[in-house]
């Protein structure tokens, strides 16, 4: 099983901050990565494919990188609509596999 | 508008059985592989099963196996998880959720969610 590893578990960032992500999977998992939001309550919202393919509905101040075993997640200018927790998983090999998530909280 | 409606879930007893069904609209069924994806009180998410557009090919995760089982009505746009065996560790939100491309197993859409408690 492919363990992804997602730090910080937590990061306090102040509106207008940038934020940023990781995601490390104990083997290469070549582009296949995704990255999700979610809400208190809510189902998760696709955010990226194939680790930099943005989903709809999400703006440019999101961008996705990273190959292999190294992903991040970046959020440009921190929005109140951003504070949330985020998920990578990895689609590359069986079982589909998500990380423990990233809570982004306001500073 | 491109929807998964979820219903089944509830109370039940260990070792109880219980099915849940995922009705999909607004998109070409067949087209895309489904999943059920599962979420513990305060945990993370994970993955507990897929099926391929024609329903020919399912996949479990080792923690489900042998207790769980995926299938689809492609003829009613139809997803379904029988759960059996159930245990206090299944105790989760669980959501369906479509695959965004034929052969590309991100998860673009997904239903409310249902919950699912396993408790004497």
């Known amino acids: 099983e492919v363990v992804m590893t997602q730090s910080p578990a937590t990061l306090s960032v102040s509106p207008g901050d940038r934020a940023t992500l990781s995601c490390r999977a104990s083997?290469?998992?070549?582009?296949?990565l995704a990255w999700y939001q979610q809400k208190p309550g809510q189902a998760p919202r696709l955010l990226f494919y194939d680790t930099s393919t943005r989903a709809s509905g999400f703006p440019a101040r999101f961008s996705g990188t990273g190959s292999g075993t190294e992903f991040t997640l970046t959020i440009s200018s921190l929005q109140s609509e951003d504070f949330a927790v985020y998920y990578c998983q990895q689609y590359d090999n069986w079982p589909r596999t998500f990380g423990q998530g990233t809570k982004v909280e306001i500073k | 508008e491109v929807q998964l409606l979820q219903s089944g879930g509830g109370l039940v007893q260990p070792g109880g059985s219980l099915r849940l069904s995922c009705a999909a609209s607004g998109f070409t069924f067949t087209t895309y592989a489904m999943n059920w994806v599962r979420q513990a009180p305060g945990k993370g998410l994970e993955w507990v099963s897929l099926?391929?557009?024609?329903?020919?090919?399912?996949f479990l995760a080792d923690s489900v196996k042998g207790r769980f089982s995926i299938s689809r009505d492609n003829s009613k746009n139809m997803l379904y998880l029988q759960m059996n065996s159930l245990r206090a560790d299944d105790t989760a939100v669980y959501y369906c959720?479509?695959?965004?491309?034929?052969?590309?197993?991100?998860?673009?859409?997904w239903g409310q969610g249902t919950m699912v408690t396993v408790s004497s």
């Open positions: 959720a479509k695959c965004i491309l034929p052969t590309t197993d991100a998860f673009d859409i």
């Open positions: 083997q290469t998992i070549n582009s296949n």
């Open positions: 099926t391929t557009g024609s329903g020919d090919n399912t």
